[in-house]
């Protein structure tokens, strides 16, 4: 079983910056990506960013030049660096990966149960 776990979220003034950590736990092979997704109220979930176990990463339109991703593949962590954050940036964050859980096994996505951020002055 696969567990990951996000932390780091919480109400910050527009402008303002905060970072998001997740975990990854459990039974796992290899991780191909992992990433960030979001969902504001009333919206649809969107793709924030995602990177790849090699390090190459892409960003949504809407957090380009705002956003970083990076990660540290040997503690199964990925994380999320936020400047000059927005009201519009208020969402659930979701942690995701790409993941083998057992040698031979299909591919799976797992997902973290989200941290809500808060862009509010």
Known sequence: ??????????LVQPGGSLR???AASG???SIYHMGWYRQ???KSRERVAVITIGGSARYSDAVKGRFTIT????????YLDMDRLDPE???VY?????LVAE?????LDAWGQGTLVTVSS
């Open 20 to 22: 998001l950590s997740c």
């Open 27 to 29: 039974t796992i092979f």
């Open 103 to 107: 040698p031979g096994s299909h591919p």
């Open 94 to 98: 979701y942690c995701y990966a790409d």
């Open 40 to 42: 504001a109220p009333e």
């Open 71 to 78: 990660s540290d593949n040997a503690k199964k962590e990925v």
């Open 1 to 10: 079983q696969v567990q990951l776990v996000e932390s780091g979220g919480g």
């Open 89 to 91: 940036d208020t969402a």
